[in-house]
């Protein structure tokens, strides 16, 4: 028989503890911690980020710009073999979870928010301390906006921008190694939101159904919805 451990600090399981939104089980010694905001495992507050991190959350974060210049070149790199090339370099500018949160209205907390003057995209705010799964799928989020931008998609519905995003964020993800990646994977996928969850279903399925992603967007971009 094999003992479960206590995905926190690696102990036997105790018989009372709970269970977190990924499934991960977590011992009776941690009841009454504050959770992290990324994966529900017990956080760390002497590590002084933004928001509350465990130790595994806060090992992958990115803090600083300096962070930013060794993360983002990987990430960008792959969404230009993902098709999705934006006419300049994308630029990521961190910013405290604070000073962006009720910038959007209405669809729980805002990791990122990319700003465009017509097809001018003139700054890309990503929150920092997300650990890197996360903040790779928000910097692919916000390079899709940005794209639809400089590409001339006009005005699109919120849940055709949206899913459109999430879906590049999604396949950004499929090739990230690690539980982390598959974890915001599922949270895209599952997500209940009209406009993100089902914006990305929508997305998803109008690609499966024209045959290809590219065809989907040429749809979008003449007719400003989904086939
Ligand atoms: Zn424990
Ligand atoms: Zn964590």
């Known amino acids: 028989m094999i003992l479960p451990r206590c995905a926190a600090c690696g102990r036997i399981m105790t018989l009372t503890g709970y ?3 990924n499934g991960e089980l977590v011992c009776q010694r941690h009841t009454g911690a504050q959770p992290s905001v990324c994966c ?3 956080a760390d507050l002497s590590l002084g980020a933004d928001r509350p991190l465990c130790p595994r959350c806060a090992t992958s974060a990115v803090r600083t ?9 990987p990430i960008a790199a792959r969404l230009r ?11 990521v ?5 604070g000073e962006v949160q009720g910038l959007l209205g209405g669809h729980g907390e805002v990791l990122g928010v990319t ?4 097809s001018e995209v003139v700054d890309l ?7 890197l799964a996360r903040f790779g799928a928000v910097v692919a989020h916000e390079v899709m906006h940005a794209y639809l931008a400089q590409q001339g998609f006009g005005m699109l519905p919120p849940e055709v921008a949206e899913g459109l995003c999430e879906l590049l964020a999604h396949a950004w993800l499929k090739d990230q190694p690690g539980a982390p990646a598959q974890w915001e994977r599922r949270r895209i996928s599952e997500n209940p939101d009209p406009v993100y969850g089902g914006g990305f279903r929508a997305a998803r399925a109008a690609a499966i159904r024209v045959g290809g992603v590219r065809r989907m967007l040429e ?8 086939p």
């Open 125 to 131: 705010m990503v929150v920092r301390d997300l650990p």
């Open 65 to 73: 710009q300096q962070d930013v210049k060794r993360v983002l070149p």
């Open 115 to 118: 700003v465009s003057l017509g």
């Open 81 to 91: 073999s993902l098709s999705i090339r934006t006419t300049t370099p994308v630029r």
């Open 93 to 97: 500018r961190l910013v405290p979870f």
């Open 19 to 21: 269970v977190t939104s």
């Open 40 to 42: 529900g495992l017990p």
């Open 219 to 226: 749809h979008v971009r003449r007719c400003g919805e989904f």
